[in-house]
């Protein structure tokens, strides 16, 4: 009774579309774990004795390494990010911005999903950001940063 195992969990994934029925309507998809996400809770792994096997810290195909960049059918066809886009939950920009939040300069900051700045808050972008955006988010909806009513957006 020494089997292989499985686990019935959701992976956290950073984007796997909730609806799509064929390629063709299918526009993006990063299959590396989110940031503290269950594919990356050890105590989710899945050991073997199998000396085959190369142990690692998290759980599926994928660390946060997006390694089938550049040469598989998703990555020839424009349905990934690029391999070099690594977001995490300091760079990911929620999607809500309840509170002042400051953008500074150098950094890389991605949009994987619509981003709503609520009233107070003060969304500051220093001169010198990079701000990245996936085609679309799970739900199928285009990352979109919205300033709502009272709330503001400050870029030089």
């Given at each position: ?5 499985s ?8 984007l796997?579309p909730?609806?799509?029925t ?9 299959p ?15 050991g ?18 997006l ?15 690029s ?10 920009l ?21 981003v ?9 972008i ?10 679309q ?6 990352p ?5 009513q ?7």
């Amino acid at each position: 009774a020494n089997g292989p195992t499985s686990r019935s969990v959701d992976p956290n994934l950073i984007l796997l579309p909730n609806t799509w029925t064929t390629y063709s309507n299918l526009n993006q998809i990063d299959p590396r774990p989110v940031s503290g996400g269950n594919a990356l809770d050890a105590s989710l792994a899945i050991g073997s004795s199998n000396s085959f096997f190369s142990s690692a810290a998290y759980s599926g195909a994928f660390g946060t390494d997006l390694w089938i960049d550049g040469w598989s059918w998703l990555s020839v066809n424009g349905l990934l990010p690029s391999g070099d886009v690594k977001p995490t939950t300091s760079t990911t920009l929620s999607s809500s911005i309840t509170s002042n939040l400051t953008l500074f300069a150098g950094g890389t900051y991605y949009m994987t999903q619509q981003v709503f700045v609520k009233s107070p808050a003060v969304l500051t972008i220093e001169p010198g950001v990079i701000v990245k955006s996936y085609r679309q988010d799970a739900s199928g909806k285009a990352p979109t940063l919205v300033i709502e009513q009272g709330a503001k957006i400050i870029a030089a």
